[in-house]
Protein backbone atom coordinates (compact mmCIF):
# COMPACT_ATOMS: atom_id res chain seq x y z
CA UNK A 1 0.00 0.00 0.00
CA UNK A 2 2.84 2.56 0.88
CA UNK A 3 4.50 1.77 -2.50
CA UNK A 4 1.37 1.83 -4.40
CA UNK A 5 0.73 5.20 -2.87
CA UNK A 6 4.78 6.77 -3.22
CA UNK A 7 4.44 5.54 -6.76
CA UNK A 8 1.40 7.91 -7.22
CA UNK A 9 2.59 11.30 -5.51
CA UNK A 10 5.83 10.58 -7.61
CA UNK A 11 3.37 10.39 -10.92
CA UNK A 12 2.26 13.62 -9.77
CA UNK A 13 5.22 15.37 -9.60
CA UNK A 14 6.30 14.23 -12.81
CA UNK A 15 3.53 15.56 -14.30
CA UNK A 16 3.25 18.55 -12.79
CA UNK A 17 5.20 20.48 -15.26
CA UNK A 18 3.34 18.83 -18.14
CA UNK A 19 -0.01 20.24 -16.85
CA UNK A 20 1.31 23.62 -16.40
CA UNK A 21 2.68 23.81 -19.79
CA UNK A 22 -0.45 22.80 -20.85
CA UNK A 23 -2.47 24.61 -18.94
CA UNK A 24 -0.58 27.83 -20.62
CA UNK A 25 -1.21 26.39 -24.26
CA UNK A 26 -4.50 25.50 -23.64
CA UNK A 27 -4.78 29.56 -21.96
CA UNK A 28 -2.98 30.76 -25.07
CA UNK A 29 -5.54 28.87 -27.48
CA UNK A 30 -8.74 30.08 -25.08
CA UNK A 31 -7.83 33.93 -26.01
CA UNK A 32 -7.89 33.17 -29.56
CA UNK A 33 -10.79 32.04 -29.46
CA UNK A 34 -12.72 34.84 -28.15
CA UNK A 35 -11.28 37.24 -30.73
CA UNK A 36 -13.64 35.07 -33.08
CA UNK A 37 -16.89 36.45 -33.76
CA UNK A 38 -20.15 34.96 -32.25
CA UNK A 39 -22.72 33.50 -34.84
CA UNK A 40 -25.85 34.37 -33.56
CA UNK A 41 -29.06 31.74 -33.86
CA UNK A 42 -31.08 33.28 -36.26
CA UNK A 43 -35.35 32.73 -34.18
CA UNK A 44 -37.74 31.11 -36.24
CA UNK A 45 -40.36 33.86 -38.41
CA UNK A 46 -43.43 34.34 -36.20
CA UNK A 47 -46.51 35.55 -37.38
CA UNK A 48 -47.47 38.68 -35.48
CA UNK A 49 -51.04 38.46 -35.06
CA UNK A 50 -50.83 34.62 -33.50
CA UNK A 51 -47.04 34.91 -32.31
CA UNK A 52 -46.63 30.98 -33.75
CA UNK A 53 -43.81 29.59 -36.56
CA UNK A 54 -45.08 30.74 -39.68
CA UNK A 55 -45.41 27.28 -40.51
CA UNK A 56 -47.54 26.21 -38.50
CA UNK A 57 -49.95 29.54 -38.51
CA UNK A 58 -53.00 29.57 -36.71
CA UNK A 59 -54.30 32.51 -38.59
CA UNK A 60 -56.43 30.83 -41.30
CA UNK A 61 -58.48 29.25 -38.88
CA UNK A 62 -59.62 32.21 -37.24
CA UNK A 63 -62.67 34.28 -38.37
CA UNK A 64 -61.74 36.98 -40.63
CA UNK A 65 -63.16 39.66 -38.53
CA UNK A 66 -64.27 39.22 -35.04
CA UNK A 67 -67.78 37.30 -33.96
CA UNK A 68 -70.48 39.73 -33.44
CA UNK A 69 -71.96 38.61 -30.21
CA UNK A 70 -73.73 40.29 -27.57
CA UNK A 71 -72.27 38.26 -24.55
CA UNK A 72 -69.28 39.71 -22.83
CA UNK A 73 -66.92 37.19 -20.80
CA UNK A 74 -64.57 37.77 -17.94
CA UNK A 75 -61.34 35.42 -18.35
CA UNK A 76 -60.05 34.93 -14.73
CA UNK A 77 -56.95 33.37 -15.57
CA UNK A 78 -54.66 31.90 -12.76
CA UNK A 79 -50.93 33.19 -13.21
CA UNK A 80 -49.77 29.66 -13.91
CA UNK A 81 -52.12 29.16 -17.11
CA UNK A 82 -50.14 32.38 -18.84
CA UNK A 83 -46.34 31.03 -18.77
CA UNK A 84 -48.09 27.77 -20.17
CA UNK A 85 -47.22 27.83 -24.25
CA UNK A 86 -50.07 26.14 -25.58
CA UNK A 87 -53.08 27.63 -23.48
CA UNK A 88 -56.61 28.30 -25.21
CA UNK A 89 -57.29 31.82 -23.85
CA UNK A 90 -55.40 33.96 -26.93
CA UNK A 91 -57.25 31.52 -29.08
CA UNK A 92 -60.37 32.23 -27.69
CA UNK A 93 -59.50 35.92 -27.64
CA UNK A 94 -58.77 36.07 -31.16
CA UNK A 95 -62.03 35.26 -32.28
CA UNK A 96 -63.51 37.50 -30.49
CA UNK A 97 -63.97 41.61 -30.69
CA UNK A 98 -61.76 43.03 -27.62
CA UNK A 99 -64.52 44.48 -25.58
CA UNK A 100 -66.36 40.85 -25.82
CA UNK A 101 -63.49 39.24 -24.45
CA UNK A 102 -61.21 40.38 -21.06
CA UNK A 103 -58.76 38.67 -19.46
CA UNK A 104 -57.77 39.32 -15.72
CA UNK A 105 -54.71 37.24 -14.37
CA UNK A 106 -54.50 36.64 -10.50
CA UNK A 107 -55.26 34.76 -7.73
CA UNK A 108 -57.44 37.38 -5.67
CA UNK A 109 -59.78 40.13 -6.75
CA UNK A 110 -60.71 42.42 -4.19
CA UNK A 111 -63.24 45.07 -4.65
CA UNK A 112 -61.07 48.29 -3.97
CA UNK A 113 -58.70 46.96 -6.75
CA UNK A 114 -61.06 45.73 -9.14
CA UNK A 115 -64.30 48.56 -9.26
CA UNK A 116 -65.07 47.33 -12.74
CA UNK A 117 -64.73 43.35 -11.81
CA UNK A 118 -67.12 44.18 -8.25
CA UNK A 119 -69.53 46.05 -10.76
CA UNK A 120 -69.62 42.86 -13.44
CA UNK A 121 -70.06 40.62 -10.71
CA UNK A 122 -72.93 42.69 -8.64
CA UNK A 123 -74.84 42.97 -11.93
CA UNK A 124 -78.42 41.28 -11.99
CA UNK A 125 -77.55 39.87 -15.31
CA UNK A 126 -73.83 38.22 -14.98
CA UNK A 127 -73.16 34.57 -14.67
CA UNK A 128 -70.38 32.39 -13.22
CA UNK A 129 -69.76 29.12 -15.53
CA UNK A 130 -68.86 26.89 -12.60
CA UNK A 131 -70.12 23.34 -12.02
CA UNK A 132 -71.34 22.22 -8.58
CA UNK A 133 -74.39 20.85 -6.49
CA UNK A 134 -75.80 24.98 -6.59
CA UNK A 135 -74.88 25.85 -10.12
CA UNK A 136 -77.89 26.26 -12.69
CA UNK A 137 -78.10 24.66 -16.96
CA UNK A 138 -77.30 27.16 -18.18
CA UNK A 139 -79.09 25.86 -21.14
CA UNK A 140 -81.91 26.80 -19.06
CA UNK A 141 -80.92 30.33 -17.63
CA UNK A 142 -80.64 31.26 -20.77
CA UNK A 143 -84.07 30.97 -21.63
CA UNK A 144 -85.24 33.72 -19.05
CA UNK A 145 -81.81 35.72 -19.08
CA UNK A 146 -82.18 39.09 -20.63
CA UNK A 147 -79.41 40.22 -23.06
CA UNK A 148 -76.68 41.67 -22.99
CA UNK A 149 -75.17 39.15 -20.32
CA UNK A 150 -72.15 39.10 -18.43
CA UNK A 151 -70.22 35.54 -18.43
CA UNK A 152 -67.22 35.00 -16.10
CA UNK A 153 -65.03 32.12 -16.47
CA UNK A 154 -61.88 30.70 -14.64
CA UNK A 155 -58.93 29.60 -16.32
CA UNK A 156 -56.98 27.53 -14.44
CA UNK A 157 -56.20 23.40 -13.21
CA UNK A 158 -59.25 22.37 -11.13
CA UNK A 159 -57.85 22.77 -7.72
CA UNK A 160 -56.24 26.48 -9.24
CA UNK A 161 -60.10 27.25 -10.12
CA UNK A 162 -61.39 26.07 -7.16
CA UNK A 163 -59.02 28.02 -4.96
CA UNK A 164 -60.18 31.42 -6.73
CA UNK A 165 -64.14 30.38 -6.66
CA UNK A 166 -63.90 30.09 -2.95
CA UNK A 167 -61.50 33.09 -2.01
CA UNK A 168 -62.79 35.98 -3.70
CA UNK A 169 -66.08 36.60 -2.34
CA UNK A 170 -66.55 38.47 -5.29
CA UNK A 171 -67.29 35.26 -6.92
CA UNK A 172 -70.56 34.73 -4.75
CA UNK A 173 -73.00 37.20 -6.25
CA UNK A 174 -73.21 36.46 -9.98
CA UNK A 175 -75.52 32.79 -10.34
CA UNK A 176 -73.54 30.18 -10.65
CA UNK A 177 -74.45 28.21 -13.90
CA UNK A 178 -72.86 24.95 -15.78
CA UNK A 179 -72.77 23.35 -18.68
CA UNK A 180 -75.00 20.24 -19.09
CA UNK A 181 -72.66 18.08 -22.12
CA UNK A 182 -71.39 15.23 -22.25
CA UNK A 183 -68.90 15.96 -25.11
CA UNK A 184 -65.74 14.82 -24.55
CA UNK A 185 -62.36 17.74 -24.96
CA UNK A 186 -61.10 18.09 -28.55
CA UNK A 187 -57.78 19.85 -26.34
CA UNK A 188 -55.95 16.36 -26.64
CA UNK A 189 -52.61 17.38 -26.60
CA UNK A 190 -53.18 17.83 -22.36
CA UNK A 191 -54.08 15.60 -20.38
CA UNK A 192 -57.53 16.48 -18.52
CA UNK A 193 -58.85 14.67 -15.00
CA UNK A 194 -61.90 13.11 -16.71
CA UNK A 195 -63.37 12.27 -20.00
CA UNK A 196 -65.79 15.40 -19.70
CA UNK A 197 -63.72 17.95 -18.37
CA UNK A 198 -63.52 20.95 -21.24
CA UNK A 199 -60.93 23.36 -21.89
CA UNK A 200 -61.43 27.39 -21.22
CA UNK A 201 -61.80 27.92 -24.94
CA UNK A 202 -64.15 24.73 -25.32
CA UNK A 203 -66.45 26.42 -22.41
CA UNK A 204 -66.77 29.23 -23.77
CA UNK A 205 -67.44 28.25 -27.43
CA UNK A 206 -70.35 26.11 -26.31
CA UNK A 207 -71.66 28.68 -23.65
CA UNK A 208 -71.68 31.42 -26.13
CA UNK A 209 -73.24 29.25 -28.72
CA UNK A 210 -76.20 28.84 -26.04
CA UNK A 211 -76.17 32.48 -25.21
CA UNK A 212 -76.31 33.64 -28.71
CA UNK A 213 -78.72 31.05 -29.89
CA UNK A 214 -76.00 30.47 -32.67
CA UNK A 215 -74.52 26.86 -33.10
CA UNK A 216 -72.38 28.16 -35.52
CA UNK A 217 -70.06 30.55 -32.88
CA UNK A 218 -69.11 26.99 -31.42
CA UNK A 219 -67.65 25.69 -34.53
CA UNK A 220 -66.04 28.77 -35.49
CA UNK A 221 -63.85 28.79 -32.28
CA UNK A 222 -63.34 25.40 -32.47
CA UNK A 223 -61.71 25.67 -35.04
CA UNK A 224 -58.10 26.80 -34.36
CA UNK A 225 -57.59 24.55 -31.13
CA UNK A 226 -58.35 21.73 -33.54
CA UNK A 227 -55.55 22.96 -35.79
CA UNK A 228 -53.38 23.30 -32.72
CA UNK A 229 -53.88 20.47 -31.36
CA UNK A 230 -53.11 18.65 -35.10
CA UNK A 231 -50.32 20.66 -35.67
CA UNK A 232 -48.91 19.53 -32.16
CA UNK A 233 -49.70 15.91 -33.16
CA UNK A 234 -47.96 15.98 -36.72
CA UNK A 235 -44.60 17.31 -35.05
CA UNK A 236 -44.40 14.57 -32.11
CA UNK A 237 -46.59 15.58 -29.78
CA UNK A 238 -48.82 12.47 -28.07
CA UNK A 239 -52.61 12.24 -27.58
CA UNK A 240 -53.16 12.43 -24.36
CA UNK A 241 -55.93 10.70 -22.30
CA UNK A 242 -57.47 11.68 -19.10
CA UNK A 243 -56.77 10.68 -15.84
CA UNK A 244 -60.44 9.06 -15.80
CA UNK A 245 -59.24 6.47 -18.87
CA UNK A 246 -56.04 5.99 -17.77
CA UNK A 247 -57.26 4.51 -14.62
CA UNK A 248 -60.28 2.59 -15.98
CA UNK A 249 -57.66 0.56 -18.68
CA UNK A 250 -55.02 0.07 -15.95
CA UNK A 251 -52.41 2.62 -17.57
CA UNK A 252 -51.89 5.68 -15.52
CA UNK A 253 -48.07 4.76 -14.93
CA UNK A 254 -47.30 7.68 -12.03
CA UNK A 255 -47.12 6.80 -8.27
CA UNK A 256 -50.56 6.80 -6.72
CA UNK A 257 -50.56 9.81 -3.85
CA UNK A 258 -50.56 9.62 -0.54
CA UNK A 259 -52.68 12.22 0.42
CA UNK A 260 -56.67 10.43 0.99
CA UNK A 261 -58.47 13.45 -0.07
CA UNK A 262 -56.31 13.10 -3.49
CA UNK A 263 -56.13 9.16 -3.71
CA UNK A 264 -60.54 9.61 -2.81
CA UNK A 265 -60.87 11.62 -5.86
CA UNK A 266 -58.72 8.98 -7.79
CA UNK A 267 -61.31 6.53 -6.90
CA UNK A 268 -64.17 8.07 -7.53
CA UNK A 269 -62.94 8.63 -11.29
CA UNK A 270 -62.34 4.77 -11.91
CA UNK A 271 -66.22 4.50 -10.30
CA UNK A 272 -67.34 7.24 -12.50
CA UNK A 273 -68.65 9.66 -9.59
CA UNK A 274 -68.96 12.86 -10.67
CA UNK A 275 -66.82 15.08 -8.13
Known amino acids: METAAAGSEESGAADGPARAAAGQED ?11 VERCARRAECERCSRPQKVCLCPFFPVYPLKVSTCLYIIQHPAEESRVLRTVPLLAACLPQDKCKVLIGRRFGEDRYPELAAVCRNSNTLILYPGAEAANLEEVALILPTPSTIIIIDGTWSQAKDIFYKNSLFRFPK ?16 QPTNTCLSTLECAAIALAIMEKNDGIQETILRPLQALCSFQLQHGAQIHHSKEHLLKNGLYDKPMPKNKRKL ?9 VKI
Not at 27 to 37: F, Q, S, T, V, Y
Not at 264 to 272: D, S
Open 27 to 37: GGGCEGLWELP
Open 176 to 191: QVQLKTSISSQYVIRT
Open 264 to 272: RRMELLVNN
